[in-house]
C-alpha cells in the first residue's frame, strides 16, 4: 500500500477515471456512515475541498468490522480503487480494500455532528469549526485571496516588506493602541511619581502597531514600490460585527505617485483580487452565494468588470445634499460620511464602485498631502456597492514644514517621529498609498455577515480564546 496521500481535491478535479490516480490511498475525517445489506458507505473530507468523498467498504473487504465502530469526527485512511459512482451527487468513489481508523471521535462528547450549527455556537469552538462546510470554504477562500494579493505586486515588482509588530509611534495618531510591556503590573517602578519607563524591556513605551505604513514609507524612498500584508492591533473597544482588535492589512506605498496614479493601483487590485477569487474558488463561491448571499457573485463580477467612478468629498456631499433622501445621518460638508451615504453612491446614484477624493484635512491624519487653501488633503476612500468603504488612502505630505504644522496640530510629538522626517530632509519625493481591511474584504467577498467568522482565532473587546 503507497504511503503518500492523495487529495480529495485532485481525484474530484480529474476529467474522468482513467486521468486520475488508481488505486488511491486517501485519509480524511468522517462527516457521515450508513451501511445497507453489508455494504457500508463512509462520507470522509480531507479539508482539501467543499465536496466529500464516499467510501464504499462492503464485506469482502478485511476491515469491514471496523465500519460499526466509525463516528463523526473520528478520522480514517482508506485505499481502494476510484470508480464513477452510481449514486446521486458525487462523481467518483473509493472502493475500499483495505480501512484504517487513524483517531476516534466519541460521538457522546463530539460537538459537531451531522446538522447545522449556529456560527455563534461555532465561535466557541474555533478549533473544531474548520470542519465545517462553512468555515472550510471561508478558509480557502481566504487562502486564495491572500495569494491572489501577493501575486497582484509581485507581478507589477512591488517589493514584499515585513514592517515591526512592535513599535513606539502611533500612526493613525488615534491613541487607541495596545501597549507592550514586560513591566510587573503589580509592583509597578515609579520615579518621581511617575512609571519608570526606562526600566521596562524597551526603555521607553512599546506598543502592538497599528499600521505598517510609516515603515513602508521608508522603504518606498530607497525601493519605490513596496507593499506590505501582516497583522494589525487597534484597542477600540467596539463589539460589532464589523470591527476585530487584531486584524490584517494589505499597505501598499509607491514613490513618485500621485494621487491619480494610487487611484488607478486601487481599481486594478480590487479587480484583481476579486476576479482570482472568482476563477480559483467556483466551488466555495457558489456555496457561498447559495446560503449566505444570492447576489454575491453577480456582485463581484460587476466590480472585476467595471471601471470606477471618480468624484471629490465636496461633489459627493453636494450629490446626497440632492437626492431627496432622508438619511439617518445629516449631511454635512466637513462631517465623514456615513455607510449608508457611501452605499447610496454606489448603489443608486452611480450604480458601480466610486473612488471620493479630497476629504477636509479636519477629519483625515497629519501625513497626508494638504491641497492648495488648505481644507482638504489629498485623500481617498474607494466605496463597493453593498458596504461602502472598502480602501481608504492618499498622497502623503512629503514637505517638511507641512508635515511639522500638521503633527503640532494633531498634538504629535515630533520626537517619536523624527527617522518619519527625515525622509522629507533627505531627498523627500511625492509618494502615495493605501490601506485594505484583509478580513473585511474576505467578508464582503463571502458574503458572511459577522467579521468574527472571517479569521482563525477572532480578537474582540474581552475575547482572546483559543
Known sequence: MPAQRTRIKDLLSA??????????NVKGWVKTVRSSGGVAF??????????????????????????????TGCSVSAYGGLQESPGRGQRYEVVAES???LGGADPEEYPLQKKRHTLEFLRELAHLR???????????????????????????????????????????????????????????????????????FFGRPAFLTVSGQLEAEIFAQSMSDVYTFGPTFRAENSNTSRH???????????????????????????RYIFRHVLENCPEDMAFFNRFYDKELITTLEDIANSDFERMTYTEAVAALRESGENFEYPVEWGSDLQSEHERYLTERKVGRPVIVTDYPSSIKAFYMRLNDGGETVRAMDVLVP??????????????????????????????????????????????????????????????????????AFPRTPRNAEF
Not at 42 to 61: E, F, M, P
Not at 246 to 258: G, K, L, R
Open 15 to 24: 476529467a474522468n477515471v482513467d486521468d486520475a490516480p488508481n488505486p488511491v
Open 42 to 71: 463512509v462520507q470522509i473530507n480531507d479539508g482539501s475541498t467543499l465536496a466529500d468523498l464516499q467510501i464504499v467498504v462492503d464485506a469482502s473487504c478485511p476491515d469491514y468490522g471496523l465500519v460499526g465502530g466509525l463516528t
Open 99 to 101: 480501512l484504517e481508523l
Open 130 to 200: 474548520p470542519r465545517t462546510n462553512t468555515f472550510g470554504a471561508v478558509a480557502r477562500v481566504r487562502n486564495a485571496m491572500a495569494f491572489g494579493i501577493h501575486q497582484f505586486f509581485q507581478e507589477r515588482g512591488f517589493l514584499y516588506v515585513q514592517t515591526p509588530i512592535i513599535t513606539a509611534s502611533d500612526a493613525e495618531g488615534a491613541g487607541a493602541m495596545f501597549r507592550a510591556t514586560t513591566l510587573d503590573l503589580n509592583h509597578l517602578p515609579m520615579t518621581g511619581g511617575q512609571v519608570d519607563n526606562n526600566a521596562d
Open 244 to 270: 476585530l482588535a487584531e486584524f490584517w492589512m494589505v499597505e501598499p506605498e509607491v514613490a513618485f505617485c500621485d494621487l491619480d496614479g494610487l487611484a488607478q493601483l486601487a481599481e486594478d487590485f480590487l
Open 386 to 455: 453593498r458596504i461602502g468603504e472598502i480602501i481608504g488612502g492618499s498622497q502623503r505630505e512629503e514637505r517638511l514644514d507641512v508635515l511639522q504644522r500638521r503633527m503640532a496640530e494633531a498634538g504629535l510629538d515630533d520626537a517619536p517621529y523624527w527617522w518619519y522626517l527625515d525622509l522629507r530632509r533627505y531627498g523627500t519625493a511625492p509618494h502615495a498609498g493605501f490601506g485594505l481591511g484583509f478580513e473585511r474584504t474576505v467578508q464582503f467577498a463571502t458574503g458572511m455577515q459577522n467579521i468574527r467568522d472571517i479569521i
